[in-house]
């Protein structure tokens, strides 16, 4: 690969550590540092910015580049600026600072916690976008099993912004469009592995700080005739489904079971397979038949085997051209 100072974000994933301290030594990289710090051009900067980010996510030695070359005091500084035309930048290095954490969560997460507390805080901006990319961007370092434990290692800031959370997708002043997207955001937080007993016990506690009653106020949500919310609230449905703790909640939310058994509550294609999702991950647990009851378990089954397109109506057809 021969050096150059023009390396696209594709190009710079594939550099081998050899290769890396070559082209670091030929100062190849210098140029987007330079535009990044130094350039008043926004455009420039965002591009600088994206293919750094990049080139962090390089290995370990990409990170610790980028470390030296002050890519964290650059986005402490936009963070904590007032400059109107910083705010421009501002979404970039939320961005940024979110892939930095969920690539190397022991390091990053550890070391930089007032860059995270600014995640945090601005779960509460009065910009609408600003509160949603924050949401995502702790979604997403959420979504890593690594970065997740070592989030929980302050329990507390994790259970104050998972309680705005839940109270953001609760609140009559968000928009429809902004709640869907949290929704889909959060459900992310929940793709971990249900045998990590660490991991199944730190999402138990994520899920019940989302609402007091979380199983309740999802159903309420994937009631509602918006379907970007019925969706994001069914996909929220089948990530935390695979957990066996949940089942308990399920069974003691009053008309959950029998939401979830209504077959005519979803008409759309992409509803009815989100919530047979949701009914074949409680066929195939271990304990849905103690934790919902054998009736409701059997039901379960049953639906399962039927499958997520399956109508009395199609019953009725089969037997009439049988006789």
Known sequence: MPPSSTLT???LLKLQPEDFFKFAELGSFDCLFTDLMDSGDVLSQLNA???????ALTGIQGLEFVEQRGIMSWLQNTFSSGDPFAQFLLPGAIKCFGVLCASNPTKIISKYQNLLTFIYENLSSPDT???????????FISSR??????????PDSLKESTEKIGQMVASHAEDEQTKSKILVAVA?????????????????????????EPVRFLMDLAKQPFLAIRYGALKLFCNVSKFSWVEQDMALCAGFLEYLLDRKTESEKE??????????????????G????MGFHNKILAYAKEGPFYSEGQVAVTYQREN
């Open 129 to 139: 976008s600003i509160r949603c990319l924050c949401v995502e961007t702790l979604a």
């Open 9 to 11: 974000p594709p190009l």
């Open 188 to 212: 992310t937080m929940f793709l971990h592995d249900p045998a990590d007993v660490e991991l199944s016990m730190i999402c138990e506690k994520l899920f019940h700080h989302l609402s007091s």
């Open 290 to 293: 103690e934790n919902l009851g």
């Open 49 to 55: 910015l994206e293919h750094i980010t990049q080139l």
């Open 271 to 288: 509803g009815r397979e989100l919530k047979y999702h949701v009914v074949k991950n409680l066929a195939i647990s271990n304990t849905a």
């Open 145 to 154: 099993s690594d970065a997740l434990k070592e989030l929980y290692k302050h």
